[in-house]
């Protein structure tokens, strides 16, 4: 998938209210979740302990929320670039949710959209909404609103 070039701060700000992209699907796998247990030491039984979970509602073990957001940036990177700006920083998140749990095993994606975007002292404040799509799917499995500064140059 091609990413879309945002040229510039004028630019960026243009697109508010514009879909940015959606990402190819990533396969959701036991060894990712359990690297992302280890990484956060977070080793609760439903995401690292199969057996386990198989006795849960979901059947199986599902990654942890954290996990899903934590791919906002690759898919990000993979969809959309702003280009000739000096530099851009990750500036938090507003709201986060996690409406549906995301089975191990499952394939999800990103479609992002610019929602916002203010001028701030030396550049530009953006909002992009990261809904996370797990393949068929009711709904999302995380909805989080992403703020990032880039500062021209």
């Given amino acids: ?3 879309t070039v945002i040229n510039g701060l004028d630019e960026l700000k243009s697109k508010v209210g514009q879909e940015l992209g959606v990402s190819d699907w990533l396969e959701v796998t036991q ?3 359990d690297a992302f247990a280890e990484a ?13 979970a198989k006795e849960t509602p979901f059947g199986g073990t599902i990654a942890h929320g954290l996990y899903t957001l934590s791919l906002g940036p690759q898919f990000s990177y993979a969809m959309f670039e702003i280009a000739n700006v000096a530099f851009g920083i990750n ?4 709201r986060v949710r996690f409406p549906a749990p995301l089975p191990v ?7 992002a959209t610019l929602t916002k975007a203010d001028e701030v002292p030396g550049g ?5 909404t ?12 995380c909805v ?6 880039v500062y021209g140059g």
Wanted: net charge negative.
């Fill in 1 to 3: 998938m091609a990413a």
């Fill in 31 to 33: 060894e990712a979740v």
């Fill in 40 to 52: 956060t030491d977070d080793h609760q039984w439903i995401h690292v302990d199969p057996e386990r």
């Fill in 91 to 94: 500036y938090g998140y507003d």
């Fill in 105 to 111: 095993g499952s394939k999800v994606r990103m479609r």
């Fill in 124 to 128: 530009v404040q953006f909002t992009v």
């Fill in 130 to 141: 990261q809904t996370f799509e797990r393949e068929g799917g009711d709904k999302p499995v």
């Fill in 144 to 149: 989080a609103d992403a703020l990032a500064r």
